[in-house]
């Protein structure tokens, strides 16, 4: 098992910064990639941005592209989200998750472990 916590959310204003971590424990050892995936009121859970944790080749929706940058320190099993540029549509609960497989690293079913989110406000 991998266990998951998020931190760094908050209210900010239209083009603020706000850097979002996760620490992970456990089972570290059989991470393959992390990502971040977020949910908006009354709207589906999607993919914002996912690193490989060895390598760190990265992926990023096309939303968050150029805005967004997602980092991790392996040493410390820690996973970072630079977000700046932010935007009231960015609004959401952020969710940080693990996978233990290799493969696409956009999609939700590849991922086994969720953290329990941290709330991102964005005003206008």
């Known amino acids: 098992q991998v266990q998951l916590v998020e931190s760094g959310g908050g209210l900010v204003q239209t083009g603020g910064s706000l850097r979002l971590s996760c620490g992970a424990s456990?089972?570290?050892?059989?991470?393959?990639?992390m990502g971040w995936f977020r949910q908006a009121p009354g709207k589906e859970r999607e993919f914002v941005a996912a690193?490989?944790?060895?390598?760190?080749?990265?992926a990023y929706a096309d939303s968050v592209k150029g805005r967004f940058t997602i980092s991790r320190d392996n040493a410390k099993n820690t996973l970072y989200l630079q977000m700046n540029s932010l935007k009231p549509e960015d609004t959401a609960v952020y969710y940080c998750?693990?996978?233990?497989?290799?493969?696409?690293?956009?999609?939700?079913?590849?991922?086994?472990?969720w953290g329990q989110g941290t709330q991102v406000t964005v005003s206008s």
């Open positions: 998750a693990a996978s233990e497989v290799i493969g696409t690293m956009t999609f939700q079913n590849r991922y086994a472990y």
């Open positions: 456990g089972r570290t050892f059989s991470i393959q990639a």
């Open positions: 690193i490989r944790w060895f390598g760190g080749r990265d």
